[in-house]
C-alpha cells in the first residue's frame, strides 16, 4: 500500500545499539493502521478497544498480550479508556544468548500465535520488571542496554510462563475469577454464557463480579460477550464462505435475524454488506 503508515526505529530508540525500550500508552488513542522496522509486545492493563491485526479484530481489555512481528499491520479504534504499554524491540541488536525463538512467537520466522491473555500474576510480576526496563532503557551509562537486554529476557520468560491461548486458562485455583470469567466467556462463542452458573460454580457474587469487570475493563460482561461474537464473525464473514445462518449459529447467535440486527448496531453495515467490502479469496 503507498501510503502505509511505517514506525522507524530512529523515532523511538535513543541509539543505534538500543535494542529494547519501553513504548506508554496512557491512554492508547485511536491509532491508523501501520506497520514497523522493529517488534513488539503489547500488554493490555485495563479498558477496552478494537485492535486490527493483520485485518483480524480483537477486541481487547485487560490481560491481553500481542506479540507483533515487524511486517504486521496494526491499528487501534473504538477506544474506552484503553491503557498498555509496547514494549518494543530489535531482533538484530540483541546481544545475549538466550534462546529469544522459543519464548517469543514468531521470532525470526518461529511459528507465530499472535494473541494470548496473561494470568493476574503473570501480570502483576510484568509490570515490575517492566518498570525497571523502562528505567534502564531511559539511561545513558555504558551498562544500560545490557541491563535493558536482560530485564527484556526475564520480562519474555515471564510472558511465557503465565500467558494462556484466551479461551483455555490453566485449571489452577490461585487464578483471579476477572481471568476465569474472560476465558469462559472466550470459550463460549459458540454457545449462550449462563452468568449466574458460572457464579455458583465458583461461589461469588454476581453483582460484585458484575461491579469488577466493568471497573477493569469500561464495559459490562454483556456487552463484552456481544463484541467478541461480532469480532469472530467478522473473522468468518471475511475468510470463509459459510452462510450467514451458519456464522450466527458459530458466533453463538441462534436467530439468524438477530444476529445481523446486533452486527449491523456494532459495525453500522449489514453481515452481507460487511462481507461484501471485506471478503478474501485465501
Known amino acids: 500500500m503507498a501510503n502505509q503508515l511505517v514506525l522507524h526505529k530512529a523515532d523511538f530508540f535513543a541509539s543505534d545499539a538500543q535494542a529494547v525500550a519501553v513504548a506508554d500508552r496512557y491512554p ?20 477496552n478497544g478494537l485492535h ?14 500481542f506479540y507483533i512481528r515487524a511486517e504486521d499491520k496494526h491499528s487501534y479504534t473504538s477506544v474506552n479508556d484503553l491503557v498498555l504499554q509496547n514494549i518494543i524491540y530489535c531482533p538484530e541488536r540483541l546481544k545475549l544468548n538466550l534462546q529469544w525463538e522459543e519464548a517469543i512467537p514468531g521470532f525470526n520466522g518461529t ?16 509490570r515490575q520488571v517492566i518498570s525497571q526496563l523502562e528505567h534502564e532503557s531511559q539511561q545513558r551509562c555504558p551498562l544500560a542496554n ?43 462463542l459458540e454457545h449462550p454464557f449462563a452468568l449466574d452458573e458460572f457464579c455458583a460454580r465458583e461461589a461469588c457474587s454476581e453483582r460484585v463480579l458484575r461491579q469488577q469487570f466493568r471497573a477493569q475493563t469500561g464495559m459490562t460482561i454483556n456487552q463484552y460477550l456481544r463484541q467478541i461474537r461480532v469480532c469472530h464473525a467478522q473473522y468468518l464473514l471475511q475468510h ?43
Not at 438477530?258 to 452486527?263: A, L, R
Open 111 to 126: 511459528q507465530w500465535q499472535p494473541h494470548w491473555r496473561l494470568t493476574s500474576a503473570g501480570m502483576t510480576q510484568a
Open 28 to 47: 492508547q488513542n485511536v491509532f491508523a493502521e501501520h506497520t514497523h522496522d522493529f517488534c513488539e509486545l503489547v500488554l493490555v492493563w485495563r479498558g
Open 146 to 188: 545490557g541491563m535493558a537486554e536482560l530485564l527484556f529476557g526475564q520480562l519474555v520468560m515471564i510472558l511465557k510462563r503465565h500467558r494462556y491461548a484466551t479461551d483455555n486458562l490453566p485449571a489452577t485455583s490461585s487464578e483471579t475469577l476477572l481471568d476465569k470469567l474472560i476465558t469462559a466467556l472466550a470459550g463460549s
Open 240 to 282: 470463509s464462505r459459510l452462510m450467514i445462518g451458519e456464522i450466527a449459529m458459530q458466533c453463538g447467535f441462534e436467530d439468524s435475524n438477530y444476529f445481523s440486527v446486533v452486527f449491523t448496531r456494532e459495525t453500522g453495515m449489514t453481515p452481507s454488506q460487511w462481507r461484501h467490502l471485506n471478503h478474501r479469496n485465501d
Open 52 to 65: 486490527v491485526l493483520n485485518e483480524r479484530p480483537y477486541r481487547i481489555t485487560r490481560g491481553d498480550l
